[in-house]
């Protein structure tokens, strides 16, 4: 999944992204309201976290532009104004989640995850498809119950597969998963990272679908 962190605070920001990413998120981050308004309007994000205190607009303004340009976009609120009416403001104004700082890092994980199921880009922690599971609490995948070992990125892809057991994943939607805004990708390296995965993989468990992209057929 790919994130957006909204975050003046960079010692904060800085903290979010090497925990979001250890556990396989993709976060690009921007520290003001316009340019978190900008980067929805022009990149691909399937979740933002939002500061409320940021140095250029409310962020709450900056929620409610966001909804406007993409209604379905869900948005996590952080803030440390902890009055009820803030909350429930945000929450009208589209907010999918609201979590008071000081928060802890496990407690914003674990918001993650029930946000990513209720939208069903994962409908459980336990993602089962023929002899290969995945426990993505853990980030643990197991092939006829034996634990294997994976690059975050290899994981990354596997998990959006099984993710859309049945659905055909192009190769920009793959490449949207894995690599953050502005980060070079080589023409060939979801091939190379699919290539990869296939030595680990039961023969024909990832098939390509010439032209458009690949599958896991439950």
């Given at each position: ?59 709450l303004e900056v929620l409610q532009q966001i909804k406007q340009i993409d209604k ?91 993710e859309n057991t049945g659905r055909i994943q192009s190769k920009p939607q793959l ?44």
């Amino acid at each position: 999944m790919r994130i957006l962190l909204v975050e003046d605070d960079a010692p904060l920001a800085l903290g979010l992204q090497t925990s979001l990413r250890s556990d396989s998120y993709s976060v690009d981050w921007v520290n003001t309201g316009r340019a978190a308004v900008e980067m929805v309007r022009t990149q691909t994000s399937e979740l933002v976290i939002l500061d409320l205190g940021l140095p250029d607009m409310d962020g709450l303004e900056v929620l409610q532009q966001i909804k406007q340009i993409d209604k379905s976009l869900p948005v996590l609120v952080l803030t440390a104004r902890d009055g009820l009416e803030h909350r429930v403001e945000g929450l009208d104004l589209g907010a999918d989640d609201y979590l008071g700082k000081p928060f802890a890092m496990a407690e914003l994980l674990a918001r993650l995850r029930v946000m990513e199921r209720r939208l069903g880009t994962s409908v459980s922690a336990f993602l089962t498809v023929g002899d290969v599971a995945i426990d993505t609490r853990a980030h643990v995948i197991r092939v006829a119950g034996q634990p294997l070992n994976f690059s975050r990125r290899e994981y990354m892809i596997i998990k959006a597969l099984m993710e859309n057991t049945g659905r055909i994943q192009s190769k920009p939607q793959l490449e949207n998963t894995l690599y953050e805004w502005g980060e070079e990708v080589a023409s060939n390296t979801i091939e190379v990272h699919v290539h990869h995965l296939r030595k680990k993989l039961p023969p024909d468990f990832i098939k390509t679908v010439r032209g458009v992209g690949y599958i896991v057929n439950p």
